[in-house]
């Protein structure tokens, strides 16, 4: 079946790197985007952005340019977050989530389990 | 781009119906049949329910139902159960992608 698994929580301190995982698996890996989705604690949902698996071009949401990195391996299907020069206000589970191969993206599905990253001293 | 309205919560007893709204504006869900509606349960990901105003994916139930009125859109759950007890998030696409700010849904 259609899933993604993420990498597991991290705890980091300010100022430090973090770099998420999310593995596909049951389709074709570069026939279908993948977004970023954070949720801070007790929030809602707000997309970071995309990125194209077929070329890598990435496209960050405003708001989230500057210190956000998406990546791709498609040898092993899994695309990457990286969030450098990390603030406690990016405390948040990060999901990966799949949609259609380009804008305008209709619907996400499924969805990554999320990834808890937790920035603290 | 804003996000969408969602109430804050909604409720309903078990076999009622219930309607959650999301307002947008002409420049998003009044413009374009791109909304999408998630169910998330507390400490789960988000699942798709309902994609381009009122598409329901394969395996979703045919109580989940979705319709669009000018700049709202709204999820309509018929025959309320238990586990329909969830977070509900709206979403529209118009150049980027804007999430609702989320409607708890309890069931009384």
């Known amino acids: 079946q259609v899933q993604l698994v993420q990498s597991g929580s991290e705890l980091e301190k300010p100022g430090a790197s973090v770099k998420v995982s999310c593995k596909a698996s049951?389709?074709?890996?570069?026939?279908?985007?993948m977004n970023w989705v954070r949720q801070a604690p007790g929030q809602g949902l707000e997309w970071m952005g995309w990125?194209?698996?077929?070329?890598?071009?990435?496209t960050y949401a405003q708001g989230f340019t500057g210190r956000l990195v998406f990546s791709l391996d498609t040898s092993v299907s899994t695309a990457y977050l990286q969030i450098s020069s990390l603030k406690a206000e990016d405390t948040a589970v990060y999901y990966c989530?799949?949609?259609?191969?380009?804008?305008?993206?209709?619907?996400?599905?499924?969805w990554g389990q999320g990834t808890l990253v937790t920035v603290s001293s | 781009q804003s996000a969408l309205t969602q109430p804050a919560s909604v409720s309903g007893s078990p076999g009622q119906s219930i309607t959650i709204s999301c307002t947008g504006t002409?420049?998003?869900?009044?413009?374009?049949?791109?909304v999408s509606w998630y169910q998330q349960h507390p400490g789960k990901a988000p699942k798709l329910m309902i994609y381009?105003?009122?598409k329901r994916p394969s395996g979703v139930s045919n109580r989940f139902s979705g319709s669009k009125s000018g700049n709202t859109a709204s999820l309509t759950i018929s025959g309320l159960q238990a586990e329909d007890e969830a977070d509900y998030y709206c979403?529209?696409?118009?150049?980027?992608?804007?999430f609702g700010g989320g409607t708890k849904l309890t069931v009384l």
């Open positions: 381009e105003v009122s």
């Open positions: 049951g389709y074709t890996f570069t026939s279908y985007a």
């Open positions: 989530a799949r949609s259609k191969g380009k804008p305008p993206f209709t619907w996400f599905d499924p």
């Open positions: 979403c529209s696409y118009a150049g980027s992608v804007v």
């Open positions: 002409s420049s998003d869900v009044g413009s374009y049949n791109l």
């Open positions: 990125i194209n698996t077929n070329t890598g071009n990435p």
